[in-house]
């Protein structure tokens, strides 16, 4: 139900239960005005801690905070008892993951309210924010630096009051200067979860109409 009634003009606020790395509790409301870069991470998924986090400080050495926010969103769905937020935050310390971590509020249920209400599928799950707080990627599984790179560089240079057809002409740019992800875009075996069809879409954003990985 949360995915029919998702509108990536605007997307839910981060459901979180407890920081880690942050001095004081951030949002995507308050972050409003920079590009978004969220990660939803688990701390025992393979991908998550081979590509995902590493590629995330890479993003946040390569960006001007005040430009780009990078966080992470602990978003436990499986093995509940060894992913607990007392685990996490050693977890933090020993794999040296500084960029501010949001944990996941739980919801009753499997899946934590954050990951329900953005319909992810699995872990890792790259989500990125335009400086209007608008969804304009949602990427299930390891995304190309290069290709991540483009993309968080193009939000940047959008005005931050672009119109929503200036938005859309530089989706149509972007697009055809890159390689369609679908053709070489692959989960390696490290995605947790993710075991229904990834290829139902939401249309993430303006002008774009990306599927889950």
Known sequence: MAELEFNPEKPPELSV??????????????LKGRVIVVLGFQMLCPGSLRHALPQA??????FNAE????MGLHVVFENHKDMTPSLLEPFLKDERVTIPIAVDAPNGSGIPKTMEAYAMQGTPTLLLFD???????????????VRLGAEIMALCLEAPDAAREVSVAIEQRLAAALVDPEAHHHHDGECCGGDHDHAHDHEHGPGCDHKHG
């Open 67 to 70: 430009e780009v926010a990078v």
């Open 131 to 145: 400086w209007q707080g608008r969804l304009r990627r949602h990427y299930l599984g390891a995304v190309d630096d």
């Open 57 to 62: 400080h890479r993003i946040a050495r390569a």
């Open 17 to 30: 239960a407890q920081w880690f790395n942050a001095p004081e509790p951030l949002s995507l409301e308050k």
